[in-house]
Nanobody, 121 residues
Framework: QAQVVESGGGSVQAGDSLRLSCTPSGSGFSFHGVGWYRRVPGKPREPVAAIDRGDITNIPDSVKGRFTASMDNAGNTVYLQMNGLKPEDTATYYC???????????????WGQGTEVTVSS
């Protein structure tokens, strides 16, 4: 079953940088576009960055220029680089990936379990 796992969350100080990672939980899968989202309790989930996802367009101005999605050369891991973190960036961050099952030749959209990011002032 196609799944992704996020990692790299933690507690940092305002102004610090943090890099989150998203990887398929097993072998035989390939990314076909990834979006990063975050959710703060009591607020709707919002996208913060994307790579090869033309369907994700409503990224808030508050993170533009600070958050960037990228992929390693092997295509095995997608990153969310977050710079200049602010207390209001505190949230649970999720990876949403279109995964190609190379064996079954199928495409599935999956969500990770989320990773917590806490930014202290």
């Amino acid at each position: 079953q196609a799944q992704v796992v996020e990692s790299g969350g933690g507690s940092v100080q305002a102004g610090d940088s943090l890099r989150l990672s998203c990887t398929p939980s097993g072998s035989g899968f390939s990314f076909h576009g990834v979006g990063w989202y975050r959710r703060v309790p009591g607020k709707p989930r919002e996208p913060v960055a994307a790579i090869d996802r033309g369907d994700i367009t409503n990224i808030p101005d508050s993170v533009k220029g600070r958050f960037t999605a990228s992929m390693d050369n092997a295509g095995n891991t997608v990153y969310l680089q977050m710079n200049g973190l602010k207390p209001e960036d505190t949230a649970t961050y999720y990876c949403n990936a279109n995964l190609i099952d190379l064996g079954a030749r199928s495409l599935t959209n999956v969500w990770g379990q989320g990773t917590e990011v806490t930014v202290s002032s």
